[in-house]
């Protein structure tokens, strides 16, 4: 696969992971382009609500990203004003219609840059290709995380760095209870697994984790990880 050609969503990879909610059926990668699809109006919207509650927190996590920076599962194109504009941006995202909005969004902000239609668990990009891998809230909806956090190492510079912003099961007792008494629900309307360990994921990769801080009641963790070196 390419980065120019559109990859066919039925063709994608997939994989489960440990912290599903129990009750609901597993998504795969084309249900959950077929799911932001259906979201990406909506997205576009309210994108102004969703830059007010986590604007700060994207400019923490990835204003200092560098030289070369892929964006993956970039959804509507959020991150990207937030990103230092010496930056040359490459995103992607598995859904169409998101794509579309991500496209729109460079030409709102002024930005140069491509966004390419693609699976995170399967980049079409060579080894060590960037220097600044970043995304956010993403990490919650991949079928396989594990798989996507691999590519993201795979394509990161050995110097480089992997920025994430990440959901997780809040450490304030009340408001992880309401997660947990919700977490079928929103997987099925998201494909978000809200109450996942952000950081369990990096365990199985070739990524180690340097620094991590935790916002909004655990909600919403800001990580940096580094390719692990052999
Ligand atoms: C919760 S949205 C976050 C979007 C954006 N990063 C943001 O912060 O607003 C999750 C995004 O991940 C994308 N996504 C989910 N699985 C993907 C996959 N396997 N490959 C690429 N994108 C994927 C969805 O299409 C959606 O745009």
Redesign the pocket.
């Known amino acids: 696969m390419s980065p120019d050609s559109a990859s066919n969503a039925s063709d994608?990879?997939d994989g489960q992971t440990d912290d599903q909610p129990r009750g609901s059926r597993h998504l795969s990668?084309a249900d959950?382009?077929d799911?932001?699809?259906d979201?990406?109006d909506r997205?576009q919207r309210w994108?102004w609500a969703?830059r007010l509650f986590?604007g700060p927190l994207?400019k923490r996590a990835f204003g200092d990203a560098r030289g070369r920076v892929l964006?993956?599962?970039?959804?509507?194109?959020?991150?990207f004003r937030y990103l230092p504009r010496t930056a040359q941006l490459v995103g992607?995202?598995?859904?169409a219609d998101?794509v579309a909005a991500a496209r729109g969004e460079l030409d709102a902000i002024g930005r140069g840059g491509t966004v390419y239609?693609?699976?995170?668990?399967?980049l079409a990009f060579p080894d060590d290709s960037f220097d600044t891998v970043v995304?956010?809230?993403?990490t919650?909806?991949?079928?396989?995380p594990v798989a996507?956090l691999s590519e993201m190492a795979r394509v990161c510079r050995p110097d480089g760095r992997v920025l994430l912003?990440e959901?997780g099961r809040s450490d304030a007792e009340l408001v992880g209870r309401f997660q947990d008494w919700r977490a079928d629900a929103h997987y099925e309307q998201?494909?978000?697994r809200w109450t996942q360990d952000p950081l369990a994921h990096f365990e199985e990769t070739d990524l180690t984790v340097v620094d991590s801080e935790a916002f909004l009641l655990g909600t919403v963790t800001v990580i940096e990880a580094r390719p692990t070196a052999d």
């Open positions: 994608l990879t990668s959950i382009a799911l932001y699809d979201m990406a997205y994108d969703n986590s994207r964006d993956v599962a970039c959804g509507a194109g959020t991150n992607v995202d598995i859904s998101m239609r693609m699976d995170a668990q399967e995304s956010a809230l993403s919650c909806t991949f079928p396989d996507a912003l959901h998201h494909g978000c």
